[in-house]
T-cell receptor, first 112, second 113 residues
Framework: RKEVEQDPGPFNVPEGATVAFNCTYSNSASQSFFWYRQDCRKEPKLLMSVYSSGNEDGRFTAQLNRASQYISLLIRDSKLSDSATYLCVVNMGGGGADGLTFGKGTHLIIQP | GAGVSQSPRYKVAKRGQDVALRCDPISGHVSLFWYQQALGQGPEFLTYFQNEAQLDKSGLPSDRFFAERPEGSVSTLKIQRTQQEDSAVYLC???????????FGPGTRLLVL
């Protein structure tokens, strides 16, 4: 079983709509959580960290449910420029290891 | 300021050749990471340095893969006797310290024929 799982999509969504992605992780000892965005043939870039209390950054809201081991990302009023692959990322942490574990990514296409 | 840079951006190698991929992290960043991203997949962790010390190399797929960071700055990922399955994008990331945000370079796209 993959350590971080997410629906690869693609999600085809009309401009202005709200879209939500979920992701599950298998290691209950995971310490920190992120959403990264990756455009085609580009490097991943941090979109936002995910905190237990939930956090919001403009049109983007991230939530963490430790009990159920899932992370969500909500995008409101979607823009054409939101089209990208969204990577769910977990840091297991501890023991000198600081490598990130990525999901496969969810492909989002915003349609005009 | 300057971000993470990697060279070459593209590399075509014949099966069996050795390749060396370079990463220049953001100045002052203590931690440096290498990831491998196959087509249609998320990046997979390969190895991690804190300064010049390689603290975790659990993700290196075989003993043909070797990474170093001798002066705690620039890092080189070397792949010996390349195989077709090594074809991927190799991403380097750096962070100021453990637990801090990782910033990725543009990657080296390796194609092994």
């Amino acid at each position: 079983r993959k350590e971080v799982e997410q629906d690869p999509g693609p999600f085809n969504v009309p401009e202005g709509a709200t879209v939500a992605f979920n992701c599950t992780y298998s290691n209950s000892a995971s310490q920190s959580f992120f959403w990264y965005r990756q455009d085609c043939r580009k490097e991943p870039k941090l979109l936002m960290s995910v905190y237990s209390s939930g956090n919001e950054d403009g049109r983007f809201t991230a939530q963490l449910n430790r009990a159920s081991q899932y992370i969500s990302l909500l995008i409101r009023d979607s823009k054409l420029s939101d089209s990208a692959t969204y990577l769910c990322v977990v840091n297991m942490g501890g023991g000198g290891a600081d490598g990130l574990t990525f999901g496969k990514g969810t492909h989002l296409i915003i349609q005009p | 300021g300057a971000g993470v840079s990697q060279s070459p951006r593209y590399k075509v190698a014949k099966r069996g050749q050795d390749v060396a991929l370079r990463c220049d992290p953001i100045s002052g960043h203590v931690s440096l990471f290498w990831y491998q991203q196959a087509l249609g997949q998320g990046p997979e962790f390969l190895t991690y340095f804190q300064n010049e010390a390689q603290l975790d190399k659990s993700g290196l797929p075989s003993d043909r893969f070797f990474a170093e960071r001798p002066e705690g700055s620039v890092s080189t990922l070397k792949i010996q006797r390349t195989q077709q399955e090594d074809s991927a994008v190799y991403l380097c990331a750096s962070s100021l310290a453990i637990g801090e945000t990782q910033y990725f370079g543009p990657g080296t796209r390796l194609l092994v024929l």
